[in-house]
């Protein structure tokens, strides 16, 4: 199985993680470089990663309200949130892009064969009439399935914020595998075991989404987390790679974590 989107992410945490241990006490230089254009990722995630220090959130929050573009803006709001900032602002700047992803309709642009394979290079018939009648560009309506939706519902996910459980849920009922697979990621992150079910449930709606929905499943760390990943996933080795991938990524927040809980190098 090939490494997803995510696990340039977790590289990119990787190296923060190094980059903070070599200088956790440098503030003023992290945050001269949050003015950067465009937004210095490393710097971002090496803030978080710091020990509590007065300047940061509220460095954090002007530099929310001086960009414009969204992706950058989701990942200061995303960083916020973790670090226990929760203005509602916050969390509905990520929440409103979520709920429109969870809640888009418009059919799947995927074809798939009698064997359920995604068919490359051929859009679904139900897509292709609705980009006809409705006018719109399959292309452009297809990379805001596969691309878009999905990161904005795990911009969501990695905020971890309780308010969040309801628009995780309605996820589950996505026609979008990756809004369902990331709905999944949130649901796990926030514990919601009594979801489990209609995870379940949407697997067996879906069509070629089930290893996408697998590769989520371990954020839960539950025996029936386990149990229905092993009906997704049969093989043991498949399975046992994509519960690595989670606890990688585990591993890294619970370092920043734990960084962010050190005491600060006194000056």
């Not at 006490?25 to 995630?45: A, F, I, M, N, W």
């Not at 969870?102 to 051929?122: K, W």
């Not at 919601?192 to 069509?207: G, I, M, N, Q, S």
């Not at 070629?208 to 149990?227: D, K, N, S």
């Amino acid at each position: 199985m090939k490494p997803t989107w995510p696990s340039a992410f977790l590289l990119c945490i990787c190296f923060c993680l190094a980059a903070v241990a070599l200088g956790q006490d440098d503030v003023e230089t992290l945050l001269v470089r949050l003015g950067t254009q465009p937004l210095d990722l490393h710097s971002l995630y090496a803030l978080e990663a710091h020990p509590p220090d007065p300047r940061i959130i509220p460095a954090l929050e002007q530099t929310f309200d001086s960009r414009n573009d969204k992706s950058e803006k989701q990942e200061i709001a995303v960083t916020l949130l973790r670090l226990g900032d929760r203005p509602a602002k916050l969390f509905e700047f990520l929440a409103g892009y979520a709920r429109i992803a969870v809640e888009d309709r418009t059919p799947l642009f995927m074809d798939f064969d009698g064997n359920g394979r995604a068919i490359r290079g051929r859009f679904s018939a139900e897509f292709d009439n609705w980009c006809k009648l409705n006018a719109q560009d399959p292309k452009t309506i297809a990379a805001r399935q596969i691309g878009e939706y999905p990161k904005d519902v795990l911009f969501l996910a990695r905020s971890q914020d309780p308010r969040a459980n309801a628009i995780f849920r309605e996820g589950l009922e996505s026609p979008y595998p990756n809004v369902v697979a990331y709905s999944v990621q949130g649901l796990g992150r926030l514990q919601d075991t009594t979801a489990l079910p209609l995870v379940a449930k949407a697997c067996e709606r879906l069509r070629g989404g089930q290893i996408a929905v697998a590769m989520e499943l371990p954020w839960y760390g539950t025996r029936e987390a386990e149990a229905l990943m092993e009906r997704l996933v049969p093989d043991r080795k498949g399975r046992d790679f994509l519960t690595r991938q989670v606890q990688q990524m585990r591993v890294i927040e619970l370092k920043e974590a734990l960084s962010r809980a050190s005491a600060p190098n006194q000056k």
